[in-house]
């Protein structure tokens, strides 16, 4: 099972470029979520998707949109990139009730 | 405000135990309490999770306070590989069954020869 797969793994932007993380997992889970990591912090909440067609704010959503396409996907824009979004970051899913966190391996974005 | 607080460090000796403490004192009734590590250069990875009861795994072993205001992550022997940052998270106070799930500091777990 590929579980959650993010792209791309690596990713360089100029100030002001534009791109989106894609994320997709094949558990067939309804909740899924970005989250971003900085160098020796723990993870912030970015947005999450609790099912197809919501979405909601986490803890640091400025700067960012998200698309639920469908269950299985769930992108994360960045529509103008700035150097303080520079970062890991991390897409999950998971399933229903008290089910675990699944993560990708993440994107580690540099905006210069 | 951070939803659980945790040590920001902890030393252990390999082959040791070691016990990870957690507190969750606003935690709510339908609240299921997950444990995550974090080894360096890698994401996140699930190791136990909880309610209630006491809980084992090849992993580890959550131990919950009667009172659920706490818990405990225990590694029965530490090695080398168990070195990394431990998550204790809940799923937000007021998100209902959303699964709204905040991360906090974690500790840093070093584990000695």
């Known amino acids: 099972n590929a579980g959650v797969t993010q792209t791309p793994k690596f990713q360089v932007l100029k100030t002001g470029q534009s791109m989106t993380l894609q994320c997709a997992q094949d558990m067939n889970h309804n909740s899924m979520y970005w989250y971003r990591q900085d160098p020796g912090m723990g993870l912030r909440l970015i947005y999450y998707s609790a099912s197809e067609g919501t979405t909601d704010k986490g803890e640091v959503p400025n700067g960012y949109n998200v698309s639920r396409l469908n269950k299985r996907e769930f992108s994360l824009r960045l529509e103008s990139a700035a150097p303080s979004q520079t970062s890991v970051y991390f897409c999950?899913?998971?399933?229903?009730?008290?089910?675990?966190?699944?993560f990708g391996n993440g994107t580690r974005l540099t905006v210069t | 405000d951070a939803k659980t607080t945790q040590p920001n460090s902890m030393e252990s000796n390999e082959e040791e135990p070691v016990h990870l403490p957690c507190n969750h004192s606003t935690i709510s009734g339908t609240d299921y309490i997950h444990w995550y590590r974090q080894l360096p250069s890698q994401g996140p990875e699930y190791v136990i999770h909880?309610?209630?009861s006491n809980v084992n795994n090849r992993m580890a072993s959550l131990a919950i306070a009667e009172d659920r205001k706490s818990s405990t992550l225990i590694l029965h022997r530490a090695t080398l590989r168990d070195a990394a940052v431990y998550y204790c998270?809940?799923?937000?106070?007021?998100?209902?069954?959303?699964?709204?799930?905040?991360f906090g500091q974690g500790t840093t777990l070093q584990v000695k020869p």
């Open positions: 999950a899913s998971r399933g229903p009730g008290g089910s675990p966190l699944h």
């Open positions: 909880g309610l209630t």
């Open positions: 998270i809940l799923r937000a106070v007021g998100s209902g069954n959303t699964g709204k799930l905040i």
